[in-house]
């Protein structure tokens, strides 16, 4: 008699028992390969993002738009349209490959993207602007009667500490003015309304990047930003970097946010 070739069923329960164990094992590898890798596209856009700032910059001797939306309309208040000649066209630059849907199509934050735009409605993406890198005019004292321009970064050259100045990175919405007394997000993906002072660095504080987010500053050098270090950059000219949510201001453990307390402390 001849005997037949196969796998017992024995057998083939140990097959799938071994190659499930494989694939959890794997799983888990490959969801950080793929994370790491949009980590690095997003410095890739930020990277042409720091081309088209300073091109702007450069034609304009070291300084950007006004940011004063009441004096200048809409071409002085945002990035989006003084700069839309530098990225043209390119709209994958608009998006963090990590938040690429809006939340108008159900996206949730931190992975969602912002737009449309009440005043521009073809655009929408997932960076933002620390709005205090703008140049008002002289005579103006505060934007939306309560942001005082003398804390303004009005020029992006020759600027001392620039590699600490925040310019543009993940962002919630179009732009912020974070201040050295803004409290963190409840929890991630909790992001302040628009128009809302006070609370605007939870626009820039989102777990995008397990624990960081990715950043352009004003030397236009990139890398990537702790989260809880976002209380420790220059945001504007008066911001306090040993605020209460700093290691040097005293902040504890406890007072962070239980979302946040395995993050790096700064």
Same mark, same amino acid.
């Given at each position: 008699?001849?005997?037949?070739?196969?796998?017992?069923?024995?057998?083939?329960?140990?097959?799938?028992?071994?190659?499930?164990?494989?694939?959890?094992?794997?799983?888990?590898?490959?969801?950080?390969?793929?994370?790491?890798?949009?980590?690095?596209?997003?410095?890739?856009?930020?990277?042409?993002?720091?081309?088209?700032?300073?091109?702007?910059?450069?034609?304009?001797?070291?300084?950007?738009?006004?940011?004063?939306?009441?004096?200048?309309?809409?071409?002085?208040?945002?990035?989006?349209?003084?700069?839309?000649?530098?990225?043209?066209?390119?709209?994958?630059?608009?998006?963090?490959?990590?938040?690429?849907?809006?939340?108008?199509?159900?996206?949730?934050?931190?992975?969602?993207?912002?737009?449309?735009?009440?005043?521009?409605?073809?655009?929408?993406?997932?960076?933002?602007?620390?709005?205090?890198?703008?140049?008002?005019?002289?005579?103006?004292?505060?934007? *939306?009667?309560?942001?005082? /321009?003398?804390?303004? &970064?009005?020029? @992006?050259?020759? #600027? %001392?500490?620039? !590699?600490?100045?925040?310019?543009?990175?993940?962002?919630?919405?179009?732009?912020?003015?974070?201040?050295?007394?803004?409290?963190?997000?409840?929890?991630?993906?909790?992001?302040?309304?628009?128009?809302?002072?006070?609370?605007?660095?939870?626009?820039?504080?989102?777990?995008?990047?397990?624990?960081?987010?990715?950043?352009?500053?004003?030397?236009?050098?990139?890398?990537?930003?702790?989260?809880?270090?976002?209380?420790?950059?220059?945001? *504007?000219?008066?911001?306090? /970097?040993?605020?209460? &949510?700093?290691? @040097?201001?005293? #902040? %504890?453990?406890? !007072?962070?946010?239980?979302?946040?307390?395995?993050?790096?402390?700064?």
């Amino acid at each position: 008699m001849h005997r037949q070739n196969g796998f017992t069923l024995i057998e083939l329960l140990v097959v799938i028992a071994i190659i499930a164990l494989l694939m959890s094992i794997l799983m888990p590898a490959l969801q950080r390969v793929r994370k790491s890798a949009k980590a690095v596209i997003c410095q890739n856009n930020l990277h042409q993002w720091a081309i088209a700032f300073d091109a702007y910059a450069g034609e304009y001797d070291g300084s950007f738009w006004s940011g004063d939306i009441m004096s200048d309309g809409l071409d002085g208040y945002a990035w989006c349209i003084p700069l839309r000649e530098y990225y043209s066209n390119q709209t994958d630059m608009l998006f963090c490959p990590m938040a690429t849907k809006p939340r108008e199509e159900g996206a949730q934050d931190p992975y969602a993207a912002w737009g449309p735009i009440e005043w521009a409605s073809d655009l929408r993406g997932s960076y933002g602007m620390n709005n205090w890198c703008t140049n008002p005019a002289p005579d103006v004292e505060f934007i *939306h009667e309560r942001e005082a /321009t003398k804390d303004n &970064w009005r020029n @992006a050259y020759n #600027v %001392q500490g620039a !590699n600490k100045i925040p310019l543009f990175m993940d962002c919630a919405l179009i732009e912020g003015k974070p201040y050295d007394f803004d409290t963190p997000p409840e929890y991630d993906g909790d992001i302040s309304e628009y128009m809302v002072s006070a609370l605007q660095m939870k626009r820039f504080c989102m777990n995008r990047h397990d624990g960081f987010v990715n950043g352009l500053f004003l030397d236009f050098t990139i890398r990537k930003i702790g989260l809880k270090e976002l209380w420790m950059l220059q945001w *504007h000219k008066s911001f306090d /970097t040993n605020n209460e &949510w700093t290691t @040097a201001g005293g #902040v %504890q453990a406890e !007072n962070w946010p239980k979302w946040m307390r395995g993050f790096k402390d700064y």
